[in-house]
């Protein structure tokens, strides 16, 4: 490779890192003017009330296109909201693409072939996206463990006397993250005149927890028909606790297929890697012969086949 190219790349890259820097700087630039402004009595400070419920209002009514196709899917907002990182989505959309262009400029320089370059790319530029599907995994799988005792602990509360917002609120000083930060959310949220009802569903958006819908079903019910509610949370933290034991036998019965899942269907990807690392010729023809491309094609379709056969099977529901 020249050392022009090679000059040119490295410029490319410093000027991508840069801007990036300056894309992140710009918000936390508007944020130090506003405060600026409201220190020296240019601006107001607002109260903080109206803030949360102008921002929640203005959530709730937006509505990408995106959005509106495909209701059932998950938009990226909520998505970091659920996972709880303080970041926003363009952000994460330049890391990304930074992250993606010094992928392809890698391989450029270490003499990947051309149209394999953007592969690294693509890899690349999806690693923030798993890493916030993986905090949003281990905070929902963190949530679902806490909420039994949660609700044992809301359930003695009301049995001395408390109301369910001081209940909540016992939860939120006495339990650890995150079931802490939701519950004490909805008790500052009732405490600012939302309805506990609206307040509690709120939390369902957040929290797509199929157990918490169910506390919430109870609660909304009882507060509407009456009845030990005490009680009914006692029944639920035991069939919760109980179908966890009935889980963890599952995934311990299962583990096994799970495991050669995962080998069989990385074990045609690590050998077509190591392949073209020996041996380029020897796999070249699978994209550049007619029968190869059928073959591979073929292939890819009975790996996505088998996958989800294979999930088909050790995914069970309980």
């Known amino acids: 490779m020249s050392p022009l190219v090679i000059s040119l790349l490295v410029f490319l890259a410093v000027e991508a890192v840069i801007g990036v820097v300056a894309f992140v700087m710009a918000g936390n630039t508007g944020k130090l003017s506003d405060r600026l402004d409201a220190l020296t009595g240019k601006k107001k ?11 929640s209002a203005m959530e709730r009514d937006k509505k990408s296109l995106l959005e509106m196709l495909t209701p059932n899917i998950p938009s990226l907002q909520k998505i970091i909201v659920q996972a709880d990182v303080h970041i926003r989505a363009s952000t994460l959309f330049g890391i990304g693409a930074l992250l993606g262009f010094l992928g392809v400029a890698v391989s450029i320089m270490m003499g990947v ?7 690294l790319g693509i890899v690349m530029f999806t690693v923030p996206f798993l890493w916030l599907l993986t905090k949003r995994w281990s905070r929902l799988s963190k949530f679902a463990a806490q909420l039994p005792e949660a609700m044992e602990l809301v359930a003695r509360a009301l049995r001395a006397g408390h109301s369910l917002a001081a209940g909540m609120h016992v939860v939120a000083e006495e339990m650890p993250m995150p079931i802490a930060g939701e519950f004490n959310r909805v008790y500052e949220e009732q405490n600012l005149g939302i309805p506990v009802e609206e307040a509690l569903l709120h939390m369902c958006d957040r929290v797509p927890n199929i157990d918490l819908r169910f506390f919430v079903t109870s609660v909304l019910i009882q507060r509407q028909t009456g009845g030990d509610l005490a009680e009914i949370l006692d029944k639920i933290g035991h069939l919760i606790r109980e179908r966890y034991k009935i889980l963890g036998q599952v995934k311990a019965l299962t583990a096994e297929g799970r495991l050669s899942g995962v080998i069989l269907l990385a074990m045609p990807f690590g050998l077509f890697l190591m392949m073209l690392h020996l041996k380029y010729d020897y796999v070249e023809k699978l994209w550049t012969h ?3 491309i059928k073959m591979s094609a073929v292939a890819l379709g009975m790996q996505v086949v088998g996958a989800l056969v294979i999930r088909k099977i050790v995914n069970i529901k309980v």
């Open 45 to 55: 400070k607002e109260d903080e009330t109206t803030n949360i419920l102008r921002k």
């Open 113 to 119: 072939k051309a149209y394999f370059a953007p592969l």
């Open 290 to 292: 007619e029968f190869g």
